[in-house]
C-alpha cells in the first residue's frame, strides 16, 4: 500500500515521466474557490486555473512552470467598496534533490526564490495558491479613492498641516513677501 498523497492535486515524484512533460491542468469547483478565498482572506474569487508541465532537470531534480489565472475580490484599504483584480502571472519552481535549508535563525533570503526541496511529492494545487497568495494586491484601492488628511492638535491650538511640516515651506512665502517689498 502506498503512502498518502497529501492532497488530491499532489503527484508522486517516483510516477513522474523522467522522458516527457508531465502536463496539469487545474480549475477549482465552487466549493474550493470559497475555501480558498476564505484562507487567503479574500471577498471572492470569480475563477482560478492553473496549467503547466513538471519536467525533469538531469538526473534528480525537477521543474514546475506553469500559467496562473484568476479573478479576485478584495475590499478597497480607504472605501470598503468591492475591488476586483485581474491576476496572470507565469510561475517557476524548481524542486532540487541536494536542496539545503539554511542553519542560521536570521539568515538572508537567496537570490533565486523558485527553488524547493524535492520530497516524495510535488503538489501544483499548493504551488497555484501559494503564488496566488504572492500576487494579491497588498492594498487594492477602489477607482479615485483617495486617503484624506487627518489633522490632530490640542485644543485651542491651530493644526499643523502637511505642508506646515515642510522644512522650506515657509521661505516661499517670505521670498514672495521680499520681491513684493523691494521697489
Not at 482560478?48 to 506553469?66: A, V
Not at 522644512?167 to 516661499?172: H, K, Y
Request: charged share 25%.
Amino acid at each position: 500500500m502506498s503512502p498518502k498523497p497529501p492532497s488530491a492535486t499532489a503527484l508522486r515524484v517516483a510516477e513522474l515521466s523522467q522522458g516527457s512533460e508531465n502536463a496539469f491542468a487545474l480549475r477549482p469547483d465552487k466549493d474550493a474557490l470559497a475555501l480558498i478565498a476564505q484562507e487567503l482572506e479574500l471577498s471572492a474569487l470569480r475563477k482560478l486555473s492553473f496549467e503547466g508541465k513538471i519536467t525533469p532537470l538531469g538526473r534528480d531534480d525537477w521543474e514546475l512552470t506553469g500559467t496562473l489565472g484568476a479573478t479576485v475580490v478584495q475590499p478597497c484599504v480607504v472605501t470598503l467598496a468591492p475591488v476586483t483584480t485581474r491576476i496572470d502571472c507565469q510561475v517557476v519552481r524548481r524542486y532540487l534533490a541536494d536542496y539545503v535549508e539554511p542553519e542560521e535563525p536570521e539568515a538572508e533570503m537567496p537570490e533565486d526564490d523558485t527553488t524547493e526541496p524535492l520530497g516524495n511529492w510535488i503538489d501544483p494545487g499548493a504551488v497555484m495558491v501559494e503564488a496566488l497568495a504572492l500576487s494579491v494586491p497588498d492594498y487594492p484601492r477602489a477607482e479615485g479613492a483617495e486617503l484624506g488628511q487627518m489633522v490632530h492638535t490640542e485644543p485651542g491650538q491651530a493644526p499643523m498641516t502637511d505642508d506646515d511640516a515642510k522644512p522650506f515651506a515657509g521661505l516661499a512665502g517670505l521670498k514672495a513677501k521680499l520681491d513684493r517689498e523691494d521697489p
